[in-house]
């Protein structure tokens, strides 16, 4: 019999030791068996979350499959992944983060859908439930397929998490893995580098929970429109040479972006110099309306496109 394929999955961490259990047991529960796990530490040495992480991983530490490494210090999710890929062995390449789970059969599912496709197919990712509280959700129904480059570079391809890519590890390593310098944006920025080359399937079944009842995170709108700024200027290359059609789909894609963050955030002052310096039309404003009103109606999570 042929041996299946080995993949490698890459758990980073940081202060979530409590779902950590969860997320590595997804793995180890899955029906395709060729499987090693990186777990990557990114809590500060000597820290309580780094203490309770360490006994956690005594758990699994008869496992050969998995192997578990430690940063000194807090080096961020684009680092930590990036430690993952330097000793992953896999031929093809996934990561999970602390606090999401895979349904059994995601990694055969994902391996079978690759292995079936030429390699200008890079990837693929597949529907996904994000779960905000325990009677909140809303579910995935993003699906399109391709060539997909504009589409990422807009970040409007919804993949709900970074946990939800599986790709071909030759192409991680074409593209030197992720971006350290992003805080934030990581997966998003690397999902534009790899599309920019390749093409995505998608798989049609709900194979990851995206778990952000446990998230708590807290950020003003200046540190969003920072991590805004860093993105277009990582990017401005790319999206100056663009055809003026697509250029201006970005742009204002984008910028519609920003201004529901500035609602959000309660930046009110900030919409109309957003809509203005960016020439964003009227009916483009309509139709991002009609889009977010029929996210929250119907509970599903998509992209908008232009």
Same mark, same amino acid.
């Given at each position: 019999?042929?041996?299946? &394929?080995?993949?490698?999955?890459?758990? &980073? $961490?940081?202060?979530? &030791?409590? /779902?950590?259990?969860?997320?590595?047991?997804?793995?180890?529960?899955?029906?395709?068996?060729?499987?090693?796990?990186? %777990?990557?530490?990114? !809590?500060? /040495?000597?820290?309580?979350? #780094?203490?309770?992480?360490?006994?956690?991983?005594?758990?699994?530490?008869? #496992?050969?499959?998995?192997?578990?490494?430690?940063?000194?210090?807090?080096?961020?999710?684009?680092?930590?992944?990036? $430690?993952?890929?330097?000793?992953?062995?896999?031929?093809?390449? $996934?990561?999970?983060? @602390? +606090?999401?789970?895979?349904?059994?059969?995601?990694?055969? #599912?994902?391996?079978?859908?690759?292995?079936?496709?030429?390699?200008?197919?890079?990837?693929?990712?597949?529907?996904?439930?994000? %779960?905000?509280?325990?009677?909140?959700?809303?579910?995935?129904?993003?699906?399109?397929?391709?060539?997909?480059?504009?589409?990422?570079?807009?970040? $409007?391809?919804?993949?709900?998490?970074?946990? !939800?890519?599986?790709?071909?590890?030759?192409?991680?390593?074409?593209?030197?893995?992720? +971006?350290?310098?992003?805080?934030?944006?990581? +997966?998003?920025?690397?999902?534009?580098?790899?599309?920019?080359?390749?093409?995505?399937?998608?798989? @049609?079944?709900?194979?990851?929970?995206?778990?952000?009842?446990?998230?708590?995170?807290? #950020?003003?709108?200046?540190? %969003?429109?920072?991590?805004?700024?860093?993105?277009?200027?990582?990017?401005?290359?790319?999206?100056?040479?663009?055809?003026?059609?697509?250029?201006?789909? %970005?742009?204002?894609?984008?910028?519609?972006?920003?201004?529901?963050?500035?609602?959000?955030?309660?930046?009110?002052?900030?919409?109309?110099?957003?809509?203005?310096?960016?020439?964003?039309?009227?009916?483009?404003?309509?139709?991002?309306?009609?889009?977010?009103?029929?996210?929250?109606?119907?509970?599903?999570?998509?992209?908008?496109?232009?």
């Amino acid at each position: 019999m042929e041996k299946l &394929p080995l993949a490698t999955v890459v758990i &980073p $961490t940081y202060k979530r &030791p409590n /779902s950590l259990n969860r997320a590595i047991d997804s793995i180890l529960e899955q029906t395709y068996e060729n499987v090693e796990i990186v %777990v990557v530490d990114d !809590n500060f /040495s000597g820290s309580v979350d #780094r203490k309770i992480t360490e006994e956690l991983m005594k758990e699994y530490e008869n #496992r050969k499959n998995i192997r578990y490494l430690q940063h000194s210090s807090n080096l961020g999710g684009s680092a930590a992944r990036n $430690t993952g890929l330097k000793v992953a062995k896999g031929e093809y390449i $996934t990561f999970l983060d @602390d +606090d999401d789970e895979f349904s059994e059969v995601k990694i055969e #599912r994902q391996i079978s859908c690759l292995e079936n496709l030429d390699e200008s197919w890079g990837c693929c990712y597949s529907s996904y439930r994000v %779960v905000k509280s325990e009677n909140s959700f809303q579910v995935s129904s993003e699906s399109r397929s391709g060539n997909l480059y504009i589409e990422a570079l807009m970040r $409007t391809l919804f993949m709900g998490s970074g946990s !939800n890519l599986l790709l071909r590890k030759s192409i991680v390593d074409e593209i030197e893995g992720y +971006d350290e310098s992003f805080v934030r944006n990581q +997966d998003i920025e690397f999902l534009v580098r790899v599309l920019e080359k390749y093409k995505i399937a998608y798989i @049609d079944e709900e194979l990851l929970i995206i778990h952000q009842e446990e998230r708590e995170i807290k #950020r003003t709108f200046e540190e %969003v429109e920072e991590y805004t700024r860093h993105y277009l200027e990582t990017f401005d290359n790319r999206i100056q040479q663009l055809s003026p059609k697509d250029k201006k789909r %970005v742009i204002e894609v984008i910028s519609l972006e920003r201004v529901r963050n500035a609602v959000q955030l309660k930046s009110f002052k900030s919409i109309p110099s957003i809509l203005l310096e960016n020439n964003v039309e009227i009916k483009s404003i309509f139709k991002y309306l009609v889009y977010l009103i029929k996210r929250v109606l119907t509970h599903k999570s998509y992209g908008f496109y232009l």
